[in-house]
Structures are given as C-alpha cells and as structure tokens.
C-alpha cells in the first residue's frame, strides 16, 4: 500500500506546535516579577551585584533559548516523522549524519567557550582589589562567631556565638559589621582556627578565610539598609549558628558608631593570639594582622 503525502497537514501542525511554546514563553515573561528578572537572586546591594545578576540571568536565557530550541525540534520530529496507521515498512534508515554530528560538536564547544569568556571577565572585576579602599575592615573568622578590626578607625567589635532559640531578639544579639554608604570596602579575611567563608548574600560574593593567610575581597556599597551575612563553609558542629548582621548606613552614622567603639575603649586592632597558627608573611600593610605571641 502506497504512503500517502500528507506533508502540508503535517508542517501545519509543525508551525502550530512551536507557535504555541512561542506564545507560552511569551506569556511566561510577561508576567515575571522583580523576583524572576532577578532570576530569584537576592537583591543586589553592592555595585558588584548587579554584575552577578546579570552574569546569572544572561546565562539562564541562553539555557532556556537552547532548551527551548532543542524541545522544539524534538516535538516537531515527534509531529513530522510519527508511525502513521496506513504506513508500510520502515522509512529510510541512516547510520550517521557527519554534518549534523558536526554541527553537534561545534556548536557546544562555542558555548562553552562563550560562558567561560564572560565568567572569566567578571570574575577578574570582581575579585580586584588594586584600587585604593575608602574603608578596609579585617574580618575575622572564628568557631563559631565574629570579630572585627576597623583598620582605620583603629576600633574593634567582638562577637559570640548565636543562640537559636526559636523566638524574636536573636538578631539583636549577632554582631553587627557597619558599613559606610556610597564606599569602596576592602575585607582582610583571616581565620582563627579553620576554614570559614565570609559571605553576605546581598552582596552576592564570598570568599573564604584560611588559617594562616590573608585573603582580600572589596565591596562597592550601594545603598542603605541591614542584611544577614553568615559563614558558607562547614566549619563545625555550630556553623549553623555562625551568623552576623551588615548595616550600611550614611557615613555620619559611621562615624558615630566608629566614635561609640572608642568611647567603649575598644581601641586598637585585636591580635591573632588565638589563632592556631602564624600568619604567612602577606604584602606591605597586611602586619597588623601578625599573631602576637600563642599560636603555632
């Protein structure tokens, strides 16, 4: 029995199949929030956070376009080429297709080298720290709380571990980081005993503190206002329990709380006495943070 030519009905169908995922993605966008242009990240509250979320919702368009083309021809094989009831035999089998398998490899390898492009050049912007800080802050990691070393200001703020009770005030308890606004911040990172990674989310990097280094990380503040930061590595038993508050607030209040710690008579750098070990000698200016006595 003859196969019998129905190819218009079946590029009919074709051309309504991808006509409808075209008006879902279409609708889908329409109604994202503020949330999902985001890509459901937090809030950016560092200049360097607008690159982060740029990098991470280019990168999921991109995803989604090649996700969307692949489901589509996959449909439109299943609509074109599907077993019809009058058909007889098989259609022409083929064994490979060196174009296609081709196509198939280059195309991925390009990709692949376009991510690493962008993630490359962002990663290089954001992990700078040639240009000169308005504020630097040695913070310091610790099982399981905070300490930190205003290097300017030459005042220091201690903290201790949390205690999740379950009921409101705890954050009122955590240390709290000040930050001035509008301000380029350098972080000093060291850690007392192991591992730790300091990371506030709102500003959508981290990086980790090593025992016996200094690791620097600088923030472009933005904006005004109080966010958690924590401790991104498991760094024990109470990790959990390793959380902090960052307040960017306007310079004059800077200066004020700055003011409040000397007048505490938290003056001076605390040492890395409690530390496990030495320090490595760092670059020029990095001395303060040298262990005084203990250690090993």
């Avoid at 060291?190 to 025992?211: C, E, G, N, Y």
């Avoid at 933005?222 to 310079?251: D, I, P, R, W």
């Amino acid at each position: 029995m003859p196969r019998h030519d129905d190819s218009p009905r079946r590029a009919r169908r074709s051309r309504l199949a991808l006509g409808g995922l075209a008006a879902l993605a279409t609708l889908a966008l329409s109604g994202c929030s503020d949330a999902a242009r985001r890509g459901w990240l937090p809030e950016g509250a560092s200049t360097g956070a607008d690159r982060v979320t740029a990098l991470w919702v280019g990168m999921w368009i991109a995803a989604l376009g090649v996700g969307f083309l692949v489901w589509g021809l996959t449909i439109w094989c299943m609509v074109r080429y599907r077993r019809r009831k009058d058909d007889v035999g098989l259609p022409p089998q083929l064994r490979y297709n060196v174009p296609i398998e081709i196509l198939y490899t280059i195309i991925p390898v390009m990709m692949v080298g376009v991510i690493f492009f962008f993630t490359a050049r962002d990663e290089a912007i954001l992990l700078d720290t040639s240009q000169q800080p308005d504020v630097t802050v040695n913070v310091v990691g610790k099982q399981w709380s905070w300490d930190f070393n205003y290097v300017d200001a030459q005042v220091w703020e201690s903290g201790v571990q949390a205690e999740l009770t379950g009921k409101p005030g705890v954050e009122e308890t955590l240390p709290t980081l000040y930050l001035p606004e509008n301000s380029r911040v350098e972080f000093q990172l060291t850690a007392r005993d192991v591992i730790h990674s300091f990371w506030v989310p709102a500003f959508q990097q981290k990086l980790d503190m090593v025992p016996g280094k200094v690791n620097k990380l600088q923030i472009h503040t933005k904006q005004q206002g109080t966010f958690q930061g924590k401790c991104a590595e498991l760094c024990g038993a109470y990790h959990a329990t390793m959380l902090f508050n960052v307040k960017v607030v306007s310079q004059q209040e800077f200066d004020q709380q700055m003011a409040a710690l000397k007048a505490r008579g938290q003056t001076g750098m605390l040492d890395n006495s409690l530390s496990r070990q030495h320090l490595v000698p760092g670059e020029p200016g990095e001395q303060q943070y040298q262990p005084q006595g203990g250690g090993n």
